[in-house]
């Protein structure tokens, strides 16, 4: 039978003696760390506060000086002349062309139309020509295009080719922009007032001369002509 040898005390005694000795080196190190790290923070801190105390004065200052040049710049607006223009024409034509590019973004404009929208912004009339020559020249504005469209929106709008006829001339478009664009002949337009008619009217019989007058009226104010009417009007029945 074999004995267990019991440890040796004299050396348990010793290794609990090192491990108290490293210990508190440990705890010495961390002591000594914690000290150096308060001073560190205390000194940023001061830092910090300084730093702090001069960014607030640093801009006290700038905020004065930048008051005082804009009292200056108004002072200086002020003595103009009036008749001065505001703008060099080269920000006028900057500012023109923005806004010429943001009104054609939103739709298609006739040359005439845009031109007066930019008439009303500008200071001088020849920037306005400068604009309206870059956009014509390169296609970004055409009558063509815009009587087009435009024709294509009222037509679906339930509108007649003579009224169209009318409000594309009072945009500036030529006569042979729109006679190309609005054929009052086309079976469209025949379609158009027969939709107007039944909508407004329904299937009801017309039994007088003044019942197919007012019929007549309705669609004539919408553009149609006599030849649309007439076919589309149902007779006076007896």
């Not at 910090?48 to 200052?61: D, I, L, P, W």
């Not at 295009?145 to 339930?158: C, D, H, I, Q, Y």
């Amino acid at each position: 039978m074999k004995l267990i040898k019991s440890p040796d005390k004299r050396k348990s005694k010793e290794n609990v003696d090192d491990a108290h000795t490293e210990t508190g080196l440990s705890m010495e190190h961390v002591s000594a760390k914690q000290t150096f790290s308060s001073q560190d923070n205390q000194a940023n801190k001061e830092r910090n506060n300084e730093f702090g105390t001069q960014s607030k004065k640093f801009t006290r200052k700038a905020k004065k000086k930048h008051s005082s040049d804009l009292d200056d710049f108004s002072e200086d607006f002020e003595k103009k002349p009036a008749a001065q223009p505001r703008t060099s024409p080269k920000t006028e034509y900057d500012r023109l062309m923005h806004k010429a590019v943001y009104l054609l973004s939103m739709r298609e404009h006739s040359v005439q139309e845009l031109k007066n929208k930019l008439s009303l912004k500008a200071d001088n009339p020849d920037t306005v020509f400068a604009v309206m020559d870059y956009l014509t020249q390169n296609d970004y504005v055409s009558d063509l295009r815009f009587a087009e469209a435009f024709v294509r929106f009222r037509s679906n709008k339930g509108q007649g080719p003579i009224k169209i006829k009318a409000e594309l001339r009072a945009k500036g478009v030529g006569i042979q922009v729109v006679d190309e664009y609005l054929d009052v002949g086309a079976a469209l337009w025949f379609d158009n007032a027969l939709v107007q008619h039944d909508k407004k009217f329904g299937d009801e019989p017309v039994k007088d001369y003044s019942a197919w007058s007012k019929r007549a009226r309705f669609l004539q104010s919408r553009g149609f002509t006599m030849d649309h009417i007439q076919s589309v009007v149902p007779q006076i029945t007896d």
